[in-house]
């Protein structure tokens, strides 16, 4: 029976991601919930006491919260940090797109979750910001503000080609894990006017 009980609450949740990832928490009712998890419906109020508990176990399910803490709880070095920051959200994305499409669904449409994954980011808007503040202090990084440079590399970061909005003026296909990250650490590199910016450039 426990074995049953956790696949049924396994199927439920990946079926709630999938749903709303694809039609937007509002748009997705617990029967289809259910029958996309192969469940009855019931469940999912048996399971989570309905959606929005459903849409809390989702993100303490699917969300790298551990890694999230791990990496702003460690003594990064400015450059070295924003690398791995980078790095790890890239990872994340192809990981899950899902997840991030319900996230980046969540915070454009200003919905009442919205405060509820921003428990989440928290720690990692965190750790960036210190990163910016500390490689300016070191004299690494450059910019003029704070806020304005934290707002434009998490954008770059995590809504890049997203819902295919652009494509009428793209002529590359997406790019690979590994180029994405690459091409992503050059340009905020090379934005906060980084010395390793310069010496990347020489090297092509």
């Not at 400015?78 to 980078?86: D, F, R, T, Y």
Request: hydrophobic fraction near 45%.
């Amino acid at each position: 029976m426990a074995t049953y009980d956790s696949d049924a609450r396994t199927r439920i949740l990946l079926a709630a991601k999938r749903l709303f990832a694809r039609k937007g928490f509002d748009g997705t009712t617990v029967r289809e919930i259910g029958l996309e998890g192969d469940t009855n419906p019931a469940l999912v109020s048996y399971y989570f006491q309905g959606k929005d508990k459903l849409f809390e176990a989702l993100l303490d399910a699917f969300f790298p919260i551990e890694l999230v803490r791990e990496t702003a709880a460690a003594p990064l070095e400015p450059v070295a940090g924003l690398k791995i920051v980078i790095r790890e959200i890239v990872s994340f994305q192809a990981q899950d797109p899902e997840l991030i499409r319900v996230i980046q669904n969540e915070i454009g449409g200003e919905t009442a979750r919205r405060d509820l994954i921003r428990e989440y980011l928290i720690p990692v808007w965190g750790k960036l910001r210190s990163l910016l503040e500390e490689g300016k202090r070191q004299g690494v990084f450059h910019y003029r503000s704070l806020d304005s440079a934290f707002l434009y590399i998490w954008g770059g970061i995590m809504y890049r080609r997203e819902f295919n909005y652009f494509d009428p003026v793209l002529s590359e296909p997406a790019p690979d894990e590994e180029h994405l990250c690459e091409d992503l650490t050059a340009f905020v590199l090379a934005a906060l006017g980084c010395p390793e910016a310069d010496d990347r450039a020489e090297a092509i």
